[in-house]
């Protein structure tokens, strides 16, 4: 098979095409006929070895946890599926080694769910882990209908998932963007605000009592004012980005591959009120333009390969 790979952690400068063969099939699992695979940050960063303290790397790697495919085999006692199923999920195994940067991926049974017939294969592709992060986010949070939850970085990859989830769940959203995205978070359903100096009082004057939840999607040292925001305890403020949350009473976010929230993400979908913006994608072959293109920050949407 086709596949991206790095021989030894690098940049997007040392990604290659290559043959490798097809990955083995476990019980447990199905093999994924890839036909798009999302791009996230944590994809170059982990090639760079800045996760080597917390996690397996094996070499060679072939990059991407988030996939959206055809189930092309199933493996011993993996009943969920059947060949020809279309799939998505979070593949993420307890070692990164045979991503979803190829033609052919496998993976259990427990980090995939059918995929949304109202997305694309790229929309579907761009769900799985920022989504699933944005999910996870709110539950951690105990977000409940009618609650004002503040979201920092809300137009980002995870926050206009986040946005979407709180609106269907039926909370008040106030979210924090540069001015130039406020309409397409009063799209996504939240109440914009522009972050940095002066962002607490911005937020006052659309919440004078404070919010009942917030959720850091950027750290930058929200924690503290997010804190002085919150009308309750500390248990409901929710951080991927910094640690002091949980230091100071919150929860420290790591997102787990989970069918069940999957299979969550794909009814809001299908039901119109989870939309993927997908702001570029890529031919496998050219996955080292697509990591350059991340490592700027500047997209708004998801950045996705074609296989």
């Known amino acids: 098979m086709k596949a991206v790979a790095l021989e030894k952690y690098g940049s997007a400068d040392d990604l290659r095409l290559v043959d490798l063969p097809a990955p083995k099939v476990a ?3 199905v093999l994924v006929r890839v036909k798009a695979a999302g791009v996230n940050p944590v ?22 946890w988030d996939v959206a495919g055809v189930v092309e085999a199933v493996g011993l006692d993996a009943p969920e599926y059947q060949v020809g199923d279309e ?38 592709a761009g769900v799985p882990l920022a ?6 986010s709110v539950q951690r949070a105990g977000v409940r209908a009618g609650e004002t939850v503040l979201v920092h970085a809300a137009s980002g990859g995870v926050g206009a998932f986040a946005v979407q989830i709180l609106a269907a769940l039926g909370a008040r959203v106030i ?33 004078p009592d404070g919010v009942d939840a917030a959720l850091d999607f950027v750290g930058d040292g929200v924690v503290d004012l997010s804190l002085a925001l919150l009308r309750g305890g500390p248990e ?48 496998l072959a050219e996955a080292a333009d697509a990591w350059r293109l991340s490592g700027q920050g500047r997209t708004r949407g998801k950045i996705v390969l074609t296989v």
């Open 27 to 29: 019980p447990g699992e």
């Open 43 to 64: 994809d170059w960063k982990l090639a760079a070895g800045y996760l080597d303290p917390i996690m397996e790397v094996r070499f060679p790697l072939v990059s991407g």
């Open 87 to 124: 799939v998505f999920g979070y593949v993420r195994k307890d070692w990164a080694q045979n991503g979803a940067y190829a033609e052919l991926v496998s993976a259990p049974v427990r980090t995939l769910a059918r995929k949304p017939a109202a997305l694309s294969w790229e929309q579907a």
């Open 131 to 136: 989504g699933l992060t944005a999910y996870q």
């Open 175 to 207: 979210g924090t963007a540069s001015e130039r995205n406020h309409d397409f978070l009063r799209d996504l359903g939240a109440e914009p605000v522009t972050y940095g100096e002066g962002l607490e009082e911005r937020v006052r004057a659309l919440a």
């Open 236 to 283: 409901r403020l929710v951080s991927i980005a910094d640690q002091a949350a949980a230091e100071k009473g919150g929860h420290s976010l790591w997102v787990r591959p989970d069918a069940t929230d999957l299979a969550e993400l794909a009814k809001l979908a299908d039901a119109g009120k989870l939309s993927v913006h997908v702001d570029r994608t890529f031919p």
